[in-house]
C-alpha cells in the first residue's frame, strides 16, 4: 500500500508514531501502540446474507483463509496481561484473497474512537505525555478531557479485562461503505463476538492471574479445537453520522451476520511473521469501500511508517522480547 500523497498527513501519522514512543519507549521490532500480540491462522466462511450486501470476493467463495491478530493495548511488548492498560484488546483480521492480495478488518474491544479527527487524538497523547508526573490539578490531560467530551466517554467507558481474547467482542473502529452488485450502498461497522460468550474477569479476579495468562489461555484453548467467532455488520440508516467513530449509532440498527472465523492454529514463527505483517485501516478491496472517516488515511499511514519501521529492526529484538508471550 503507498503513502498518502498529502504531506501534512504523512507528518501528522510521524507525528503520531514519535508521540506513542514518548510515552511507551522505543522498541525495535514493535508497533508503536498494541505491541503484544499474537498471530492465529484459520478460515472464514461468509454467511447467506452477506452476498446481499457486498460483491467482495471473500464473500462470493465458499471460504477464505485468514491471518489474525490479538494484542494488548500500548507501546510496551511486556506490559503484563492483567494491566488495566492493556485494555481495550486489539484485533486485525487479514482475509488472504490472492497471492499478495489481500484486505482487512481491524478493531478493539471498546466501541468507538477517543476522538474524531487525528490531530486530536496527537493533542490527546501530548496531554497524557505532560500529565505524568504532575500533582497539581487541573492537569494537562483534565484540561483536554474537560473541553472534549467525546474523549472523556471513551476514557470512561467499561474495560473490563476479557477471561480470553477468545471471550471478547471486537468493534471495527470506522464505519465502511459497502457495495452490492447491483450497486446498492450501505454503510456498515464491524463487529467480531465470540462464539464461546463473552466472559470478562472482575478487577481483582484479573489481578490474581499471571502476566501472560492471556497468552497462555490461548495456547490451551486452541489445542482442544478452532476458536470461533461470528462477524456482523451494523448497518447505518439514513441520518446515521458514518464519518466519525466518536459517534454510537443506535443499538436498535440492524446487525446483518457476515460470516464466522474458525482459527485453528498458531501461525509458525510468530514473532518473524509479526514483525513483518502490516495491516491496513482501507479495504482496498472491490465491493468495500472506506467511508469519509478523516481517521482512515491517516491510520493507513501510521500502519505503513510503523511497519517499515518495524521491518528494519534486528529480528533477534522481536523474537527475545515475545518470548513471554
Known sequence: MPLPSDEKLVQLAKDLIGQFDTLFGLHPGFRPAHAKGILLSGTFTPSPQAAALTRAPHIARPSTPVTLRFSNSTGLPLLPDNDPNADPRGIAIRFHLAERAHTDIIGHSTDGFPTHTGQEFLEFLRAVAASQGVKTSPTPIEKFLGSHPATLAFIQAPKPSPASFATEQYYGVTAMRFLSRDGAARYGRYRIVPAAGIVHLSAESAKAKGANFLFDELAQRIAKGPIRFDIQVQLAEKGDVVDDATIHW?????????????????????????????????????????????????????????GRRRREAPETQASTATSAD
Open 250 to 306: 443506535p443499538d436498535s440498527r440492524q446487525l446483518l451476520p457476515f460470516g464466522t472465523l474458525a482459527l485453528a492454529a498458531k501461525v509458525p514463527d510468530d514473532a518473524h511473521e509479526q514483525q513483518r505483517t502490516i495491516f491496513d485501516p482501507i479495504p482496498r478491496v472491490d465491493g468495500i469501500e472506506p467511508s469519509d472517516d478523516p481517521l482512515l488515511e491517516l491510520r493507513a499511514a501510521v500502519y505503513l511508517l510503523s
